[in-house]
């Protein structure tokens, strides 16, 4: 009896190992035949690359390069071959390298590897080009797009100019209005055109491009999910409205930017798609929008420094006053995080800003997001404001001087704090640590804080009676206001602010 009891034991065993065997095999099978997006970044960091969290806009705008030139299947090999070899690309890569080095040949297929390498440079120059100023010579964000694309065609040895000839906003109630928009787009575009699209909301951007009767969609999330041959979508418009609600997150209201991007485009293009604006202005209604992330058309417009959308919304709202004190300071800060100019000088003229409203995630007043970000021509912006609070305290008791004097981005712009001290900046005030402007300078060696401040230091008389500066995160019981001789003196507003 105890025999039988062994073998159905023995047999049960067999069983179980089978099924993991193939459990496992069908684990392997579908990570081959996925490319996920944690997979690129797993590959950016191997190689060292700098990037956000996600590289969801640089992917988009390397694939509209060269979608605009007709080009994309070179891409979507590049994909394959990263697909096919995303678990050992980097030790192929590193034999190739090492063939290189010994002076050997390298074959056809070895140089699409070396190519893979120059793609992933590619996508982290267009997600995150503040980080590669050294390689732009000059401080860019994303919405610097047409510097950024002449950049990936060096990189890539493109030598056709590709450039984004027109941008545009839409805010999109429902569906049917989404599939309208969409009808007549591709009823505007015609199939010689070569115009790809990068649509993005505040946090994710896919491409698009006309196909046929259709659209091609591309989405760094959903790579080879229609079929295992390619990494795109193909979609009618009421496929695409559903997709572009899934990709953004939002199941009913669409608001989402669109770069239109090509090589050399006729004027006979621009002036069809600009019909658009015509088609579809912005409405009394649409104003106060904002997706499912309480992120408002007025503010995904300022971040794309749509100065269009942007002063249309402004003048419905100055008309009917729509929209809050928090929703304007939602759009500033966007705007001052994209170092959009003329937006920033459209919305400081709006009807209930409020220049030192706490914005942001970190709640700080716009000219102290400014300084954090090192950004001169909005520091002046600011600064020329009336009632502006030069000495606006943030959580950490920091002044927008003591931001500037931390900021990685002011190490060489001695003009910024100039201004900020000719401006009435005070030197003597200390953080909730006991550290006071120049300190935080020299702990970061910011040399050109610690130089204009020692100047400065050195130049002004102490002052008989020292303020306590004005904090944004506490009582106006704690916080005293000065004598009216005090210009930064200042009423704490109660609302509060959304990232």
Same mark, same amino acid.
């Given at each position: 009896?105890?025999?039988?009891?062994?073998?159905?034991?023995? %047999?049960?065993?067999?069983?179980?190992?089978?099924?993991?065997?193939?459990?496992?095999?069908?684990?392997?099978?579908?990570?081959?035949?996925?490319?996920?997006?944690?997979?690129?970044?797993?590959?950016?960091?191997?190689?060292?690359?700098?990037?956000?969290?996600?590289?969801?806009?640089?992917?988009?705008?390397?694939?509209?390069?060269?979608?605009?030139?007709?080009?994309? +299947?070179?891409?979507?090999?590049?994909?394959?071959?990263?697909?096919?070899?995303?678990?050992?690309?980097?030790?192929?890569?590193?034999?190739?390298?090492?063939?290189?080095?010994?002076?050997?040949?390298?074959?056809?297929?070895?140089?699409?590897? /070396?190519?893979?390498?120059?793609?992933?440079?590619?996508?982290?120059?267009?997600?995150?080009?503040?980080?590669?100023?050294?390689?732009?010579?000059?401080?860019?964000? +994303?919405?610097?797009?047409?510097?950024?694309? @002449?950049?990936?065609?060096?990189? /890539?040895?493109?030598?056709?100019?590709?450039? !984004?000839?027109?941008?545009?906003?839409?805010? /999109?109630?429902?569906?049917?209005?989404?599939?309208?928009?969409?009808?007549?787009?591709?009823?505007?575009?015609?199939?010689?055109?070569?115009?790809?699209?990068?649509?993005?909301?505040?946090?994710?951007? %896919?491409?698009?491009?006309?196909?046929?009767?259709?659209?091609? $969609?591309?989405?760094?999330?959903?790579?080879?999910?229609?079929?295992?041959?390619?990494?795109?979508?193909?979609?009618?418009?009421?496929?695409?409205?559903? +997709?572009?609600?899934?990709?953004?997150?939002?199941?009913?209201?669409?608001?989402?930017?669109?770069?239109?991007?090509?090589?050399?485009?006729?004027?006979?293009?621009?002036?069809?798609?600009?019909? /658009?604006?015509?088609?579809?202005?912005?409405? !009394?209604?649409?104003?106060?929008?904002?997706?499912?992330?309480?992120?408002?058309?007025?503010?995904?417009?300022?971040?794309?420094?749509?100065?269009?959308?942007?002063? +249309?919304?402004?003048?419905?709202?100055?008309?009917?006053?729509?929209?809050?004190?928090?929703?304007?300071?939602?759009?500033?800060?966007?705007?001052?995080?994209?170092?959009?100019?003329? %937006?920033?000088?459209?919305?400081?003229?709006?009807?209930? $800003?409020?220049?030192?409203?706490?914005?942001?995630?970190?709640?700080?007043?716009?000219?102290?997001?400014?300084?954090?970000?090192?950004?001169?021509?909005?520091?002046?912006?600011?600064?020329?404001?009336?009632? %502006?609070?030069?000495?606006?305290?943030?959580?950490?008791?920091?002044?927008?001087?003591?931001?500037?004097?931390?900021?990685?981005?002011?190490?060489?712009?001695?003009?910024? $704090?100039?201004?900020?001290?000719?401006?009435?900046?005070?030197?003597?005030?200390?953080?909730?640590?006991?550290?006071?402007?120049?300190?935080?300078?020299?702990?970061?060696?910011?040399?050109?804080?610690? @130089?204009?401040?020692?100047?400065?230091?050195?130049?002004?008389?102490?002052?008989?009676?020292?303020?306590?500066?004005?904090?944004?995160?506490?009582?106006?019981?704690?916080?005293?206001?000065?004598?009216?001789?005090?210009?930064?003196?200042?009423?704490?507003?109660?609302?509060?602010?959304?990232?």
């Amino acid at each position: 009896m105890i025999y039988v009891v062994y073998l159905l034991l023995m %047999v049960a065993t067999i069983i179980v190992v089978k099924r993991l065997l193939v459990t496992n095999s069908e684990s392997l099978t579908t990570n081959s035949k996925y490319l996920k997006h944690s997979d690129i970044l797993s590959l950016l960091d191997y190689f060292d690359y700098v990037h956000d969290d996600g590289v969801c806009f640089g992917f988009t705008v390397t694939w509209a390069q060269d979608a605009a030139l007709d080009n994309d +299947q070179s891409f979507y090999q590049r994909l394959n071959l990263i697909r096919q070899h995303k678990h050992h690309i980097t030790s192929k890569i590193e034999r190739i390298n090492l063939k290189i080095k010994s002076k050997e040949a390298i074959n056809w297929y070895e140089d699409q590897l /070396l190519d893979v390498q120059s793609f992933f440079e590619s996508v982290c120059l267009a997600q995150s080009p503040e980080e590669y100023d050294d390689v732009y010579a000059k401080r860019l964000n +994303q919405t610097n797009i047409d510097t950024i694309l @002449s950049l990936i065609r060096h990189k /890539l040895a493109r030598n056709n100019h590709v450039k !984004r000839f027109l941008l545009k906003t839409v805010a /999109l109630d429902t569906s049917e209005d989404a599939i309208d928009y969409f009808t007549q787009l591709h009823q505007l575009l015609k199939m010689t055109d070569k115009v790809s699209m990068v649509l993005s909301c505040e946090n994710h951007a %896919v491409g698009l491009k006309k196909l046929d009767t259709h659209w091609l $969609f591309i989405d760094i999330n959903k790579l080879y999910r229609q079929n295992d041959e390619y990494p795109y979508l193909i979609l009618n418009h009421e496929g695409l409205v559903a +997709q572009l609600s899934e990709s953004f997150s939002d199941k009913q209201r669409l608001i989402f930017n669109t770069d239109f991007i090509a090589a050399h485009p006729s004027l006979e293009l621009k002036r069809r798609l600009q019909q /658009l604006n015509d088609i579809y202005p912005v409405f !009394r209604e649409q104003v106060p929008y904002k997706n499912s992330r309480e992120v408002g058309f007025l503010a995904i417009s300022a971040q794309n420094g749509e100065e269009r959308t942007v002063r +249309q919304i402004l003048n419905l709202h100055n008309n009917f006053d729509y929209l809050s004190p928090a929703q304007i300071s939602d759009a500033v800060s966007y705007a001052i995080g994209n170092n959009q100019k003329s %937006v920033i000088n459209l919305l400081i003229k709006a009807r209930g $800003f409020k220049i030192n409203y706490p914005c942001g995630s970190e709640k700080l007043t716009p000219l102290a997001m400014a300084c954090d970000y090192g950004y001169l021509d909005l520091v002046r912006i600011f600064l020329a404001c009336d009632d %502006v609070m030069i000495d606006a305290r943030n959580k950490d008791g920091r002044t927008p001087l003591m931001l500037a004097c931390q900021s990685p981005y002011t190490h060489t712009n001695t003009v910024l $704090f100039k201004e900020l001290l000719d401006a009435g900046a005070s030197l003597t005030l200390v953080d909730k640590n006991g550290e006071d402007a120049l300190t935080l300078a020299e702990n970061v060696s910011n040399s050109a804080a610690i @130089s204009i401040l020692g100047k400065f230091r050195v130049q002004r008389r102490p002052l008989n009676a020292v303020t306590t500066g004005h904090s944004l995160f506490t009582t106006k019981e704690y916080t005293r206001l000065r004598l009216d001789t005090d210009k930064n003196a200042f009423l704490v507003s109660t609302s509060t602010s959304k990232l």
